[in-house]
């Protein structure tokens, strides 16, 4: 209860101006009061959740476009990857709220509860008290303890008794908290509260603490789909958390979300990840604004293709249903929007610190500097494709690789291309500088500590900035804010326009070409960049994903991958290189890279961690290659023949495992045959398809395949070998009397790893022949295929 005026003691400045803004709030939500443009900002009818689940950071920046777009037309945003996501942030931490309007009438028992909670966590926050209030400045600690608690308990939310449970917080909370609070006024004052607080509402921090506790508008999720329609890991926790909600089916009621899903039609489970999303949200209660966009990185346009209709769909469905006051406007086209960082140009700096690079077993995020081993060429040398084995000490990373795990490696731009970029914005490459977010809740994930603290444009420019990639709408954008000829203007707003995507197709996305490349061919705007919008122009280098090509128990403490070295050519004079494979390519043994490994797409069988192999069955990677002399008949060419069993059983707990694998995509299945011949693990069939051009130009591993026999069955498919050619799909037909009884029997797993063009169509298609040929129906061989066999089909392919 509100203590009584006879003996309620005199009100603070603070408890006066709080109720004022909350009598102003009742006004301005009944319609009494015209409606300011901060109590706009206090309602949650101008705020966007925007959150993402990204594997390789384009859902990332599809998000991070989201918020920039949402910033345009005056939606106030906050970017978070899911798991760092809760309920209370999709709902607001109040559901009473969900009307729309605040103050409520009433609150329920459930929030009057929450709200002391937050209370009782915020009455630390010094700074926030001192801004809505001076006359707390020079006050003690403990004096403004005293009054800060005793002005929560004239508000009647809590009691002295409570003090004990107070906890330090750096949120500023406490503002909303008493806002919200449904009380009736208790001193009347001239003027407005809002004229007095607006500083406070223009304050970041402070309207952070309101999206704390308030619904949001609309819950925007970018959901990509990794491998077997798996989820990135920054999406699993807040997934998983939302499903072992699913029985409360009103828990998101009111709440209004749309899903963008990122994806590969050449996966089978083609944005597996973003339509759970939207499943489970509608599930929940929560209501579309409409429906999933499914992006595709296989259309000519990318994923921008669906991006951009869908994108366009929102807006007009939000201005729609929360139009901007009367007297406040979108942003205008023609204005330019603030950067993401600003930059501090330094005139003293360690240069000789800044120069090292990082030592062996420096850590940076999820990634750990590891040493080069041995890099060589295991294609023939006169071959098209130079493709290398590259091998890295991994000994000091506390996880230990396991078949189907993959090596995200962090690139660097080459020395010549760091130079022509220099050279054609005309920066000072020893110039130091550092950065700052202009935004307190700018996202920073991706940013390094260097950068930060310090360092040179050379040094930026070779590990942050992505000068090598394929430029985007954004870029022509912004380019259109700095150049000086009209005729490069009315270009880049072309090429960011809607209607100009089949020229900037043609221009960049056909030929592939660069952002270095492009800045060349418009000499008005290259060098009339703000140095601190290059962070918004040009997107931050992407750690590459490699499928790990040796196991953890054949070799310890290292981990290699199979890497083809891109270099290939378009109607551009110059041939195009990729980033990682040419910068890898240039190094030698010793040289450091940052690493880290994570789960990839492939799920092998294996027995758990805690079953200890047969002892004498291990062995050593030493003593697999050890020569040995084979007969004829253990030779590859003599597996290359059908089976002479047709039946199969075998009383060990793995099943038989068939592994499809047209050139570098045999990486993973190596690395899954060295561990099981490394445990002993044997009895069980292991079968390899493996094709490429030629025997004699890239058939990889030749001799490790052949010192496998007999454990390891391997079919070759050579396609240039002949007249007619080849391919895996041609020899899976052919063993079909092989592989049928292993598939119906015994269960086999399958799996093909490889490029995403044709091979995954035509790997399918020869699957259901061989169902076909067991099954004696064309009907049942499609039903089989899918109900059964495609439960054990795993694929991972890549563009």
């Known amino acids: 209860m509100v203590p009584s005026a006879s003996n309620k ?41 925007v959150l993402y689940g990204s594997e390789t950071g384009t859902a990332q920046q599809v998000a991070e476009r989201v918020v920039r777009e949402a910033h345009r037309r005056r939606f106030t945003s906050v970017v978070l990857e899911m798991n760092s996501a809760d309920v209370d942030l999709l709902r607001g931490a109040f559901p009473d709220l969900q009307a729309g309007l605040l103050p409520p009438a009433c609150l329920s028992d459930a929030s009057k509860q929450r709200l002391n909670e937050i209370v009782l966590s915020a009455v630390k926050d010094k700074s926030l008290i001192q801004k809505v209030s001076p006359a707390f400045d020079g006050a003690s600690a403990a004096q403004t303890d005293s009054r800060i608690m005793s002005s929560v308990e004239h508000l009647n939310l809590v009691s002295s008794d409570d003090n004990s449970a107070m906890v330090p917080t750096t949120t500023a909370r406490i503002l909303p908290v008493l806002t919200c609070n449904a009380l009736e006024p208790t001193e009347n004052s001239q003027g407005s509260g809002f004229d007095e607080f607006n500083d406070v509402f223009e304050n970041n921090s402070v309207m952070d603490a309101l999206y704390s506790v308030l619904p949001p508008l609309c819950v925007v999720c970018v959901a990509a789909t990794t491998g077997q329609g798996d989820d ?38 083609f944005n597996y990840s973003g339509k759970r999303m939207n499943n489970l949200l509608r599930l929940l209660g929560a ?44 942003m205008a086209s023609h204005e330019l929007p603030p950067p993401r960082f600003k930059v501090e140009f330094l005139d003293e700096f360690d240069s000789e610190t800044s120069a090292v690079d990082e030592p062996v077993g420096y850590v940076q995020g999820n990634f750990t500097s590891c040493s080069l081993t041995k890099i060589e060429r295991v294609s023939a040398p006169g071959h098209f494709q130079n493709v290398q084995l590259v091998e890295f000490d991994v000994s000091h990373m506390e996880y230990k690789h396991k078949p189907g795990d993959v090596l995200m490696i962090k690139p660097e731009n080459l020395s010549s291309h760091v130079q022509e970029f220099l050279d054609v914005i005309g920066l000072d490459r020893s110039r130091k500088f550092r950065v700052r977010p202009s935004e307190p809740n700018t996202n920073v994930s991706d940013v390094p500590p260097w950068l930060l603290s310090g360092c040179t444009i050379k040094k930026c420019v070779t590990k942050y900035l992505d000068i090598m990639s394929v430029p985007k709408r954004y870029f022509f954008e912004l380019l259109s804010f700095f150049t000086t000829d009209e005729m490069e203007k ?58 790990i090509a040796s196991s953890s128990a054949l070799i310890p403490g290292k981990a290699q991958i199979l890497m083809a070295v891109v270099n290939y050519r378009t109607n551009l004079r110059r041939p195009r290189l990729g980033v990682c494979s040419n910068w890898l390519a240039a190094l030698r043994p010793q ?52 089976h002479e069993e047709e039946n199969f059983t075998t009383s060990s707990s793995l099943p038989p495992v068939i592994m499809i694998a047209p050139g570098t995509g045999v990486a993973p299945f190596r690395s899954y045959i060295q561990e099981r011949i490394a445990l002993g693990l044997t009895s069980a069939p292991m079968i390899l398809f493996f094709g490429c051009r030629g025997k004699n130009t890239d058939f990889f591993f030749e001799e490790e395949w052949r010192r496998y026999h007999p454990s390891l069955e391997l079919y070759t498919a050579f396609s240039r070998d002949q007249e007619d050619k080849i391919y895996v799909q041609h020899r899976i037909r052919e063993q079909a009397q092989r592989l049928w009884p292993l ?27 061989v169902c076909k040929f067991g099954l004696c129906d064309d009907k049942l061989a499609d039903v089989y295929m899918k109900n059964s066999l495609g439960k054990r089909y795993q694929t991972e392919t890549w563009a």
């Open 490 to 547: 009315e270009k880049f707003l072309e090429f960011a326009s809607s209607v100009g995507q089949q020229e900037l197709y043609d221009y960049c996305n056909r030929p592939k070409r660069s952002i270095v490349e492009v800045l060349a061919d418009f000499p008005h705007v290259n060098k009339n960049i703000p140095f601190e919008y290059l962070f918004d122009v040009i997107p931050s280098l992407k750690p590459r994903a490699y499928s």
């Open 232 to 269: 990135p890991e920054n999406m699993k926790k807040f997934f998983e958390n939302l499903w072992n909600l699913r029985s409360d089916r009103q828990l998101l009621r009111g709440v209004n979300f749309g899903v963008l899903a990122l994806g590969d039609s050449s996966y089978q489970k």
């Open 287 to 330: 209501q579309p604004v409409l429906p999933i966009g499914l992006a595709d990185d296989q259309h000519d346009l990318g994923p921008d293709f669906v991006v951009d209709s869908w994108l366009a769909q929102l807006w007009q469905k939000l201005e729609e249903l929360y139009p901007l006051p009367e007297d406040v406007a979108p």
């Open 591 to 642: 040289d450091t890279v940052l690493l880290s490994i994570k789960k990839g797409s492939l799920r092998f069988t294996l027995p758990s961690e805690n079953v200890t192999p047969v002892p004498q069955n291990h062995q050593t990677y030493e003593q697999v290659t050890a020569p040995q002399t084979c007969s004829p008949r253990d030779g590859v060419q003599a597996l290359e023949g059908a």
């Open 9 to 49: 003691p005199s009100l603070s400045r603070l408890e006066v101006n709080f109720l004022r803004v909350f009598r102003e709030t009742q006004q301005m939500a009944s319609g009494a009061k015209p409606r300011s443009w901060s109590f706009e900002k206090l309602l949650r009818c101008r705020r966007l959740v």
């Open 743 to 769: 598939i119906h029997q015994a269960d086999a797993q399958v799996f093909l790893a490889g490029n995403a063009k044709r091979i995954p169509i035509d790997v399918h298609e020869a699957l259901t022949d």
